[in-house]
């Protein structure tokens, strides 16, 4: 018997900002990637809030996607994917955000990227916000500090579900919505939700007040969506790193379990419609005020999402007594009291790689929630180099996503996990999100473009695109 259905969704994974360029073409307004810079080697970006003649945003251009999609979606479907998650670039349709009336140009976009994958069997699986709400929500409203800005966000949703509501069936809300709870790195909050720190800030209930906009602005999408289109699936979409205890020493167990509530908080709302007991008792011990509005317990109700799309990368340990945090590192998660993990290895931008977390995750959140799941986001951000007959014989990566996907496999003939999917990300090579370098390629299509923005932006499969190709023609059978 197959291990997997016959109608897993294989695929690869991408967002408009990290991709398309094109940054000021055809009507698009400024979003809050686009006054990213590149930073160094696993360090952060500078946001500069406005574009800066005299710095690279390694965003403005992409990969150039915006003018060769259709040389790209072709090589998608020689690889022979089955669906193509990206996001649609809200400034594209709304290139302020705050206009009651969207731009043509933008909208034809997306007809055109829409028609041309669905001629060739690819589905969309579309991500509404990953990363690039427009830089004008961001400055003159506060990004989702205000709630206005989750009308605006609802509004937008709106516009791109009527026009599209025959060509996309998978929709999901926020990109990796928890992931700004991580404030060592103020990326995250600048583009998640538009949002910048200041002082004065009571950063705890800021950072609550800000996730109710958006946990209330996802719920009125999902019941739109739904009114639009019955057929619709609309999904959450989280980060998820899990959190191991150090050892079985009791105190590590809370430890984690407690850190954990940081990974389960979204998507206990999204799910179940409403705040899990331990978020409403911090609410009122920390005296943080999240804006609720009478009406919000219905609009959370009403939201509920269909399944959980998630990305995995990493898994990550606490230990309680641990006094070595391990700053500057996105392998901590942002936690307090991580520590290294003495039993896996790391890539080269220190991230640990944990197949066996990833069976791992599929079970906590499918026996959490009984909903079915979406591997939108796994892969090997590596260093690729050419052989000296032009090939690039990416055995690492094939290794990594080999793992991966096989322990997906174990979790769903194994454990009974329901599972939609699978969309390794960066699936052609793109910017990076967090480093903005071109260097750290998750990709099974090499781009020739560097650092600093040179070289010809040609396209050439890597030996991990014929090995994939092979994996989605025997369904998974064939590793
Ligand atoms: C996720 C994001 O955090 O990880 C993507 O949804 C991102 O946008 C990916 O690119 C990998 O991160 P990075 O920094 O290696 O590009």
């Not at 206009?99 to 589905?123: A, M, R």
């Not at 427009?134 to 409203?141: F, V």
């Not at 050892?247 to 419609?273: K, T, Y």
Request: charged share 25%; aromatic share 14%; proline share 4%.
């Amino acid at each position: 018997m197959a291990k997997l259905p016959q109608d897993f969704l294989w695929g690869g994974a991408l967002a408009a900002n990290q991709f398309e360029g094109g940054y000021d073409k055809g009507g698009k307004g400024l979003s809050v990637i686009d006054v990213m810079t590149a930073g160094a080697h696993g360090k952060a970006r500078e946001i500069t809030q406005q574009v800066d003649p005299n710095k690279y945003y390694p965003n403005h251009v992409g990969i150039d996607f915006y003018n060769r999609y259709k040389e790209d979606v072709k090589l998608f479907s020689d690889m022979g994917l089955k669906c193509l998650r990206t996001s649609i670039a809200w400034t594209r349709i709304f290139p302020n955000g705050d206009e009651s009336e969207p731009n043509e140009e933008g909208l034809q976009f997306y007809d055109d990227l829409f028609d041309e994958l669905l001629k060739y069997n690819i589905q969309p699986v579309i991500t509404l916000s990953h990363f690039e709400m427009p830089l004008h929500l961001a400055r003159e409203y506060g990004g989702f500090r205000n709630r206005k800005v989750a009308d605006f966000f609802a509004h937008f949703a709106e516009t791109v579900f009527k026009r599209y509501k025959d060509k996309v069936k998978y929709w999901m809300t926020f990109n990796e919505i928890n992931n700004q709870m991580d404030t060592n790195n103020p990326i995250f909050l600048w583009t998640n939700s538009g949002v910048s720190l200041t002082d004065e800030d009571n950063k705890q209930e800021v950072l609550y007040q800000v996730a109710h906009n958006e946990l209330i602005a996802s719920a009125k999408t999902v019941k739109v969506g739904k009114e639009i289109n019955p057929d619709f699936e609309i999904g959450a979409m989280i980060s998820h790193v899990p959190i191991y205890p150090y050892s079985c020493n009791p105190q590590d167990i809370m430890e984690a379990e407690i850190a954990n509530r940081l990974r389960f908080f979204f998507p206990d709302v999204h799910v179940r419609g409403y705040y899990p007991g331990y978020a409403t008792k911090m609410f009122e011990r920390e005296h943080i005020d999240i804006g609720w509005r009478d009406g919000d317990d219905e609009i959370l109700r009403k939201g509920k999402v269909d399944y959980i799309g998630f990305s995995y990368y990493m898994s990550t340990v606490v230990k309680h007594d641990n006094e070595t945090v391990i700053k500057d590192n996105i392998v901590n998660g942002g936690l307090p009291n991580s520590i290294e993990n003495p039993y896996i290895e790391k890539s080269d931008w220190g991230w640990a790689i944990d197949p066996v977390g990833l069976r791992y995750t599929l079970n906590t959140l499918y026996n959490r929630y009984q909903i079915p799941l979406f591997i939108v986001e796994n892969g090997f951000g590596a260093v690729d180099e050419f052989e000296e007959d032009g090939t690039i014989q990416d055995d690492y990566r094939i290794d990594y996503l080999r793992e991966h996907i096989n322990a997906a496999i174990e979790a769903v003939d194994q454990d009974g996990v329901e599972l939609m999917g699978y969309t390794p990300w960066g699936i052609i090579d793109i910017v990076s999100f967090t480093t903005g370098e071109m260097k750290k390629r998750y990709g099974l299509i090499h781009v020739d473009r560097d650092n600093e923005g040179q070289g010809t932006l040609e396209r050439t499969k890597k030996a991990s695109f014929d090995w994939y190709r092979n994996v989605i023609e025997s369904n998974g059978e064939s590793l």
